[in-house]
């Protein structure tokens, strides 16, 4: 009895949670919001105009822990029910009549919409931004958490006149009004609510107009005005690309880049608006090790596939992330060549293969599988569908596809479906195999790579020649001499380093091949086995990566030269995260004899950084190095107490599991329990959970 009433309640959740309203049609939604930053909390007004398309007795929005001041139906005040979830309206509704729905209401979000930094002391670093996909707009704005819910909405935001606000849509007016402004936007055409987002700060843009008319602006922090072009390079190229490559004009306004502290991922395709993280503002030298041309075009491509056409469920969720993968692949074989586009697939196929081998391969169809499947299988999947059918009859297909569901919502038959009506091709069979099963049919897929590049033909030889000789039998030198591949080359060193020729490894050096001398920095092991003189050159490359992993091996393997090495790369900061200058900080402070008078300023610096007014990254690696090196201050302890609660789950679990280590040790406990008074409720509950 007690089973059946669990199932019971649970396919209850699982039908709530799915509820829609099909016989509603809302067509509009215009939204007024005003954020009170230092307060976290916002005010608002919604008015939505909806069709009855069948009688009904009731509507609803979901709307998460909201309080409502006056909900109107057609300009009259009427009774409501507020669950905390949803706000729900009994009323009759007459079929084929129109209605308009106003709310006025305020909400304290605990997620979607986050308030950064409003409490330090330095004013550039304030921040709000939103997220909705996968977190509900719903916190913030009455909506609909049902992505086949797509409405018209036109959002209006008033705040503080000194800051930027940027959101969905052409930006039609702003007017001013004392301390503040508001700032009035306009969009076109329908969209699914976690598609909504706005961000607050203070940014200047740089403008660009695509080939076909688009304008796009690119913002950015004034501080960074350098980094403008090696963060945003290549923007119109790849939008023009993906323009003419899938066939369908840009389907909105105009398109937006927006950098934010500590965003939740890399980036999201908010329509027209993509918001992402700020460690991609880079200088030109991050550009070869990282840089925003992937996140960039990954999330262009979603203006296609997921926000013009939306998935109808999870189980949908390869018509998105798929697609917005291989196009992204796409462009980069655009900018980059052939080789970089087919070794990304066989990087990508080999860690899919070593998924499926360690049993954990996933179905395309499972609404529940992983980044991996559904981004990186995903693409496999598209490239050998293309393969299939040929290049005619997928464009087609795929224009037929966008241009049949345009703002609508879709599922994976209804793609297979012009596919087969685009190429006149059965593709069950491709079903099967590729979308549905759990597995991948890896030699195949192999064997396209290999006919489609001549280096990775080659690596398959030398491989299977290394499974039939001993690797000290193997001609490394006439594979690399055989090969102009950067990438079969950056492998050989990765994989075989150990066994290469020294004749290989000083040609290396001797070379101004930027990712080989980067390749051999990273996987060399012992560094005296090496040319010294050689190996020091490392620290004039273009790259922090180089620049830190070769640092430190130099550091370590001759101590009499630690000052010079140290000198050699003072003030050099690296990424966004600083993972030059916190590894120099920390060897600077290690080293006997090096700058003692500055010692204490130093270790000063390092340990400031764990402060929440620094992003997630820096406070993490400095969190690092001074847990491995030289132990933590009491403002350090209160910072990861801070960081516990941190809205970045990554960043959350690191912190509470280096938290639940410090616990352990008694000194730490008991200076972690005479702070608590020092701490807010939250994360006071949670070490005090811990502790019990």
């Known amino acids: 009895m007690k089973q059946l009433i669990a199932a019971l309640f649970l396919f209850q959740g699982v039908f709530m949670s799915a509820q829609r309203q099909d016989k509603i049609n809302f067509i509009h939604g215009e939204a007024q919001i005003v954020p009170f930053a230092k307060k976290g909390y916002v005010e608002g007004k919604v008015t939505y105009e909806f069709h009855v398309l069948q009688d009904v007795d009731s509507v609803f929005l979901d709307?998460?822990?909201?309080?409502?001041?006056?909900?109107?139906?057609?300009?009259?005040?009427?009774?409501?029910?507020?669950?905390?979830?949803?706000?729900?309206?009994?009323?009759?509704?007459?079929?084929?009549?129109?209605?308009?729905?106003?709310?006025?209401?305020?909400?304290?979000?605990?997620?979607?919409?986050?308030?950064?930094?409003?409490?330090?002391?330095?004013?550039?670093?304030?921040?709000?931004?939103?997220?909705?996909?996968?977190?509900?707009?719903?916190?913030?704005?009455?909506?609909?958490?049902?992505?086949?819910?797509?409405?018209?909405?036109?959002?209006?935001?008033?705040?503080?006149?000194?800051?930027?606000?940027?959101?969905?849509?052409?930006?039609?007016?702003?007017?001013?009004?004392?301390?503040?402004?508001?700032?009035?936007?306009d969009m076109q055409e329908p969209m699914s609510s976690y598609l909504l987002a706005f961000a607050i700060g203070t940014y200047e843009k740089q403008q660009l107009t695509s080939t076909g008319g688009a304008p796009i602006e690119n913002y950015f922090y004034p501080k960074d005005s350098v980094r403008v072009e090696p963060t945003y390079?290549?923007?119109?190229?790849?939008?023009?690309?993906?323009?003419?490559?899938?066939?369908?004009?840009?389907?909105?306004?105009?398109?937006?880049?927006?950098?934010?502290?500590?965003?939740?991922?890399?980036?999201?395709?908010?329509?027209?608006?993509?918001?992402?993280?700020?460690?991609?503002?880079?200088?030109?030298?991050?550009?070869?090790?990282?840089?925003?041309?992937?996140?960039?075009?990954?999330?262009?491509?979603?203006?296609?596939?997921?926000?013009?056409?939306?998935?109808?469920?999870?189980?949908?969720?390869?018509?998105?992330?798929?697609?917005?993968?291989?196009?992204?692949?796409?462009?980069?074989?655009?900018?980059?060549?052939?080789?970089?586009?087919?070794?990304?697939?066989?990087?990508?196929?080999?860690?899919?293969?070593?998924?499926?081998?360690?049993?954990?391969?996933?179905?395309?169809?499972?609404?529940?599988?992983?980044?991996?499947?559904?981004?990186?299988?995903?693409?496999?999947?598209?490239?050998?569908?293309?393969?299939?059918?040929?290049?005619?009859?997928?464009?087609?297909?795929?224009?037929?596809?966008?241009e049949k569901y345009a703002f609508a919502n879709v599922t994976v038959p209804d793609f297979i479906q012009e596919m087969e009506k685009s190429s006149g091709t059965d593709l069950s069979r491709y079903v099967k195999v590729w979308l549905e099963d759990t597995a991948i049919p890896f030699k195949v897929a192999q064997e396209k790579l290999a006919e489609k590049s001549a280096s990775l033909k080659s690596l398959f030889a030398l491989q299977a020649a290394l499974k039939s000789q001993e690797s000290d039998e193997i001609d490394y030198t006439s594979y690399w001499n055989g090969t102009n591949s950067i990438q079969l080359k950056k492998y050989m060193i990765q994989n075989f380093i150990q066994t290469l020729p020294e004749e290989i490894i000083d040609r290396v050096l001797d070379s101004n091949a930027l990712e080989l001398r980067q390749a051999l920095a990273l996987n060399v092991q012992d560094i005296k086995d090496y040319p010294k003189e050689k190996l020091e050159t490392l620290l004039n490359d273009e790259s922090y990566v180089t620049l830190e992993n070769v640092l430190f091996k130099l550091w370590m393997a001759y101590p009499e030269e630690r000052n010079s090495y140290l000198e050699k790369t003072k003030g050099i900061i690296g990424f966004p995260n600083k993972n030059v200058r916190l590894m120099w900080l920390t060897l600077a402070i290690l080293t006997e004899g090096y700058e003692g008078r500055n010692t204490k300023l130093y270790f000063d610096e390092l340990s400031g950084y764990t402060a929440p007014e620094y992003s997630f990254e820096i406070r993490q690696g400095a969190f690092q190095y001074l847990n491995e090196a030289f132990g933590f201050k009491d403002s350090n302890l209160l910072d990861l107490a801070e960081a516990t609660t941190h809205h970045s789950w990554q960043f959350k679990k690191f912190s509470r599991n280096l938290m639940v280590e410090l616990l352990k040790d008694q000194v730490y406990k008991d200076r972690i329990m005479s702070l608590l008074g020092k701490l807010k409720p939250e994360e006071r509950r949670y070490i005090e959970s811990k502790v019990k």
């Open 63 to 185: 709307a998460k822990n909201m309080k409502f001041t006056s909900v109107r139906l057609n300009d009259r005040i009427v009774k409501y029910s507020n669950s905390g979830n949803t706000v729900s309206l009994k009323k009759k509704l007459k079929r084929g009549k129109s209605y308009k729905l106003e709310l006025d209401y305020t909400a304290r979000p605990k997620q979607t919409m986050y308030f950064m930094n409003w409490n330090d002391d330095n004013p550039d670093n304030n921040q709000i931004w939103t997220q909705g996909q996968g977190k509900y707009t719903s916190h913030w704005l009455p909506s609909f958490d049902d992505m086949m819910e797509k409405v018209e909405f036109d959002l209006s935001l008033t705040f503080n006149k000194n800051y930027e606000v940027i959101a969905n849509g052409k930006l039609l007016d702003v007017k001013e009004s004392d301390s503040s402004k508001t700032w009035s936007f």
């Open 233 to 402: 390079r290549y923007t119109k190229e790849i939008f023009d690309f993906l323009e003419e490559e899938i066939g369908v004009a840009y389907p909105w306004q105009n398109y937006k880049q927006v950098p934010v502290h500590d965003f939740l991922y890399a980036g999201m395709e908010n329509t027209g608006c993509t918001i992402f993280s700020d460690a991609y503002v880079i200088d030109s030298v991050a550009f070869l090790d990282k840089n925003y041309v992937n996140v960039n075009a990954h999330e262009l491509a979603h203006q296609w596939f997921g926000n013009l056409v939306t998935e109808k469920s999870g189980s949908h969720h390869w018509l998105h992330e798929g697609f917005a993968t291989y196009y992204a692949y796409l462009a980069e074989k655009e900018l980059f060549g052939e080789e970089h586009f087919y070794w990304k697939l066989f990087e990508t196929l080999t860690t899919i293969q070593n998924s499926i081998e360690k049993g954990q391969g996933q179905s395309l169809l499972d609404p529940r599988a992983s980044s991996l499947t559904f981004y990186e299988k995903g693409a496999w999947a598209i490239f050998m569908l293309r393969d299939r059918i040929g290049d005619m009859a997928f464009k087609k297909g795929i224009q037929s596809y966008l």
